[in-house]
């Protein structure tokens, strides 16, 4: 249970996913290379990520910015790679190097390739290697498509060209979760100790492998239909735990322990948020579902269509009309409430121009002739995928509605970075449904990180009384 899967599991038959994760990872330097040339200096999150990796570069430990709000996962990884770095570099120079680690290799340009050497094709294996565990039928090539469609998802893909936490914090989510597939539990929660490092909130993910494996002992995947989810049905569940909660316990130990450890830090820190806690004070804010799902709709707008997800639903309204037309009308009301009761606007959100969010809100989310549509894009798609996705057990449904929920509701920001977890896991679940939705899925994503990065590089612009060029980003 403590051990990692051997090299030779590593080995065999993923010879074509060896050579596209070095693909990736040249595609990736290139394009991190590209962004420093133009934007060399730390840019936005990136000023208090850099100076802070560079005081661990140096040896101080004690300071930590009281403006950042996330753990040192990010800076201690960095570190790691630094002295690395160095041991290669004198291996190659025969110990002649002298070179101030703050200055070179603690850089701005250093620090992004972090994410171009290690964490984004080490992402993509990882996603390759659930996709194999969670897929059985499924061919290399499929699966390998489907990993970078994952890390190449526009939100993802642009932190590569900066140094930012994104990138380790999903690389650690999906870990935890392969391990336990792979039946390491002990490795999979202390792949959770370190996922939480890098953000807080992975402690909901964690708690949802947890939630995952708790299904996997229970032997829960029976054939149930798409509305096997029943008050009787969890309560049966709960029944069967309560009768084997020490063999449950035992089995899941690892993971009380990083909630245990998770708890002790909220207590000594007197909250989940590190430093400074104004900007990111708990709301309700349960329009973020609605933002999650429509975003959903559209990320996976081609699999719906070409996975015969409409024809299911259609097949139940046919099958059990009065369920259907109550579950569609349910889903309709309460995103109409969330959107139009439970929605915030961050002053972030109004005041930046440089993240796309803020036309995003401005031209749409904030419009009142278009807030029908954007809920009825939520609605249709937290059903169709539901329906994409008949294979997976209600419960583990139900489950990953609650850690999606927890994550994204109580942040009053509007952020397409928290979806990315989400979305994630999702690609992950969602079966093949044939090269024509790949291949067209893959398109959109190269056109809209195409235009990410032509808008960041090419169309900088001023702010009056600031120095130095801003740039547009997600």
């Not at 194999?132 to 939100?155: D, M, N, T, Y």
């Not at 024809?311 to 109409?336: E, H």
């Not at 031209?363 to 939520?378: C, H, Q, Y």
Request: with cysteine; aromatic share 14%; hydrophobic share 50%.
């Amino acid at each position: 249970d403590w051990t990692l899967p051997t090299m030779e599991w590593l080995r065999e038959g993923n010879t074509g996913a060896h050579a596209t994760m070095a693909i990736v990872a040249v595609g990736v330097q290139s394009i991190a290379s590209w962004v420093s040339s133009v934007q060399p200096s730390p840019y936005m999150d990136e000023v208090f990520h850099v100076p802070q990796t560079q005081q661990y570069c140096n040896g101080s430990f004690a300071s930590y910015d009281p403006m950042i709000t996330t753990p040192p996962g990010a800076y201690i990884h960095a570190l790691l790679f630094v002295k690395l770095s160095q041991y290669l570099m004198k291996l190659v120079h025969g110990g002649t190097q002298h070179i101030s680690e703050s200055e070179a290799y603690c850089s701005s340009r250093q620090l992004r390739m972090i994410n171009a050497l290690v964490f984004t094709p080490a992402t993509f294996f990882v996603a390759y290697h659930l996709r194999r565990q969670l897929h059985e039928k499924e061919l290399a090539a499929q699966s390998i498509a489907q990993a970078l469609l994952l890390v190449g998802f526009p939100v993802l893909f642009f932190f590569n060209a900066l140094f930012y936490t994104d990138l380790g914090a999903v690389f650690y989510v999906l870990l935890v979760y392969l391990l336990w597939l792979l039946k390491r539990s002990w490795c999979s929660a202390l792949a959770g100790v370190v996922a939480v490092l890098f953000r807080q909130t992975n402690i909901v993910w964690v708690a949802w492998v947890a939630g995952n494996a708790l299904v996997d002992l229970l032997g829960l995947d029976l054939a149930v239909d798409e509305w096997g989810l029943s008050f009787q049905m969890i309560s049966s569940v709960v029944q069967t735990a309560m009768q084997s909660k020490k063999k449950l316990a035992k089995k899941l130990l690892g993971y009380i322990g990083v909630a245990v450890l998770f708890g002790v830090f909220v207590v000594w820190n007197g909250s989940i948020v590190l430093g400074d806690k104004t900007a990111h004070e708990s709301v309700v804010h349960g329009a973020q579902m609605v933002y999650f799902f429509a975003t959903c709709g559209v990320v996976f707008s081609a699999t719906i269509l070409f996975g015969g997800a409409l024809l299911r639903f259609m097949q139940s309204v046919q099958k059990a009309p009065l369920r259907a037309i109550t579950t569609l009308s349910v889903v309709l009301l309460l995103s109409g409430f969330m959107l139009y009761k439970s929605a915030h606007a961050h002053p972030y959100l109004l005041a930046d121009n440089r993240h796309f969010t803020f036309y995003i809100w401005r031209k749409v989310l904030d419009k009142e002739l278009l807030k029908p549509f954007v809920i009825l894009a939520a609605a249709s798609s937290a059903i169709l995928l539901s329906h994409a996705t008949t294979g997976v057990h209600p419960l583990r449904k139900l489950i990953f509605l609650g850690a999606v929920a927890i994550t994204i509701v109580p942040a009053r920001l509007i952020e397409p970075r928290y979806f990315i977890v989400p979305i994630s896991l999702l690609r992950l679940h969602l079966p093949w449904v044939g090269w024509k939705a790949t291949l067209l899925e893959g398109a959109g994503y190269l056109l809209v990180n195409g235009a990410v990065f032509y808008l960041f590089v090419s169309r900088p612009f001023v702010w009056e009384g600031q120095e130095g060029l801003q740039r547009f980003m997600w």
